[in-house]
């Protein structure tokens, strides 16, 4: 439980250092949501906590590294990264999470933003990379989906999270796998739907501003190591979690 205050209290401060309004607001929803439940009172999922810790931290170290150039910042935040690898692999996305901040900030990802996270891109590989051999020298990676059923199982997924995100209703240990099949309808619908949302907040960002975009992809790259593009252990059990 302490370990999830200190995520709380980091989250708040991240978003302050974002300079977004609400941000007590922020975390507090963050905290009392419920599909936080099972990271926070089963001892199996301690790695989900453990690796939001050091996200959190990573980001902000990261944030200050790009306001004074001091590479111990950054190197505090790769060091702290790596930590959240180690918890659980789907830190991976915290450099794109970056990029993605420096788009809704300027409106252009340059060349120094790339220099910048280079270390956090290629800490993030390495260590995927092992964690990736492991899993298939422990061949739980035996799922046989083709590219397209697996496009289609993760748009079907992104739009679960997405609701219950917001509805946070019939909630489960375990959803049932859903059929999968290169005619299913309702996950063709999912992707379109995904692609129309993409393409309608590009249009829109010079009236409404970068933010909803920044935050859709956010959303997306974030969730994108647990939406099945890439096969894990988990998916013989069920493509979507409350954690």
């Not at 609400?22 to 507090?28: D, L, P, S």
């Not at 200050?64 to 790769?78: I, K």
């Amino acid at each position: 439980m302490l370990l999830y205050l200190g995520n709380v209290l980091l989250l708040w401060r991240l978003v302050r250092r974002l300079a977004v309004p609400g941000a007590w607001t922020v975390a507090a929803i963050w905290a009392v949501h419920p599909l936080h439940v099972e990271s926070v009172v089963w001892i199996i999922e301690r790695k989900d906590v453990l690796s939001g810790l050091f996200y959190l931290g990573a980001a902000l170290a990261y944030l200050s590294f790009s306001e004074t150039n001091r590479w111990s910042r950054c190197c505090l935040g790769v060091g702290l990264y790596a930590l959240g690898l180690l918890a659980k692999s789907a830190v991976v996305t915290l450099p794109a999470a970056m990029l993605i901040w420096h788009w809704w900030q300027r409106g252009r990802v340059t060349a120094k933003d790339l220099l910048r996270t280079a270390p956090f891109f290629l800490v993030g590989l390495l260590i995927s990379l092992g964690d990736l051999a492991f899993y298939r020298f422990r061949e739980v990676l035996s799922l046989d989906y083709s590219l397209l059923e697996r496009t289609l199982i993760a748009a079907r997924a992104l739009w679960f999270y997405a609701v219950k995100l917001v509805w946070p209703t019939e909630l489960a240990v375990i959803y049932p796998r859903w059929e999968v099949r290169a005619t299913d309808a309702l996950a063709w619908t999912c992707l379109a739907a995904a692609l129309a949302l993409a393409t309608a907040l590009w249009l829109a960002r010079r009236r409404f501003g970068r933010g909803p975009l920044a935050g859709a992809l956010f959303l997306a790259v974030t969730l994108s190591p647990a939406l099945g593009v890439v096969v894990y252990g988990d998916m013989q059990f069920s493509f979507v979690a409350d954690r």
